[in-house]
Structure formats: structure tokens, C-alpha cells
């Protein structure tokens, strides 16, 4: 009885399917190398074409303020200034106007004491009156005092209408 372990030409199969891989791995390792060195071709030559035409646009770009500074009077450079600084005086003096606010005393505000003031309540808060949680975001009553700042929740001041706490 004969048995496929008992057949000579077994190892020259495998041997032979063995060159062939390696043969094959080869001719595909050279491809790559080819195609590698193309692609580095074709990439050089990109970056030849970008830096030209970098070169080209900042060239083009120079030229064309070099014309607008000759061809601009000096009246139209001085009311493009005067633009600007009005601009920057505007916004300066609204930036006065914000610090003034946002730094006030509690004293120096011009609501008086004592007043109550619907916002929206941009940190979580304790109601004086009920000591329930008042989110950021909910609707809420606030009073500046000398003592500092205390809530009131939407109910509780709904519920009377001069809160005395």
C-alpha cells in the first residue's frame, strides 16, 4: 500500500512552488521599487510646479501694491486713517463702557438697593426665600445688596409680589 508520505516527488513540488514565490516576491519587490522612483519623479516635478507658481503669485502680488501705493493720493491713504482710527475709538470707548459695568460697586450701581431684577441665572443659586436649587440657565429674580448678591426663584417671587427677605 502506498501512502502520499511514501512519494519521492512530493519534496520537488513543494521546492518548486517555493522558487516560484520567491521568483515572484522579486519581481514584485522590483515593480515597487520602479513605481516608488516614478511616484518621487511625478512629486519632485509637483513641487517644482507649486514653487513656480508660489513664486509667481507673491511676484504678481508685489507688483500689484507697488501700482496701488503709486496710484493711491494722499488724501485716500488719509481717509482710509481716519476710517480705521474712527473705528478703533468706537470700539475703545464701547470696551470703556463694558469695564465700567462689568467692575461697578454694588453701591456705585445706578439700580438702587433693594430693587429686584428678572435675568436668567448664569450659575447655579440657592433661593432665599424657599432654599430650592435654581439652575444656570432658569428663570430666576436677583436683589444687589451691600451684603451681596441673593436670588429669588420665578414662584416664590410670583408668589408675593414685593419680596421683603
Not at 515597487?32 to 512629486?43: I, N, S, T, V
Request: hydrophobic residues 30%.
Amino acid at each position: 500500500m502506498t501512502t502520499s508520505d511514501d512519494r519521492p516527488d512530493r519534496d520537488a513540488g513543494w521546492e518548486h512552488i517555493g522558487r516560484a514565490t520567491e521568483h515572484f516576491a522579486r519581481r514584485i519587490a522590483r515593480d515597487a521599487g520602479k513605481f516608488a522612483e516614478r511616484l518621487q519623479e511625478h512629486a519632485g516635478e509637483f513641487a517644482e510646479d507649486v514653487s513656480g507658481d508660489w513664486r509667481r503669485a507673491r511676484r504678481a502680488y508685489r507688483h500689484s501694491c507697488r501700482r496701488m501705493y503709486r496710484e493711491a493720493s494722499a488724501s485716500d491713504v488719509r481717509r482710509i486713517f481716519e476710517d480705521i482710527r474712527g473705528v478703533l475709538s468706537d470700539v475703545l470707548e464701547g470696551v470703556d463702557e463694558l469695564m465700567q459695568r462689568v467692575f461697578t460697586e454694588p453701591s456705585d450701581a445706578k439700580q438702587p438697593d433693594g430693587e429686584w431684577v428678572r435675568v436668567v441665572a448664569n450659575r447655579d443659586a440657592d433661593c432665599s426665600a424657599c432654599k430650592r436649587a435654581i439652575r444656570a440657565g432658569d428663570q430666576a429674580f436677583v436683589q444687589r445688596t451691600p451684603e451681596g448678591t441673593r436670588f429669588r426663584c420665578a414662584d416664590c417671587k410670583a408668589s408675593t409680589e414685593s419680596p421683603t427677605d
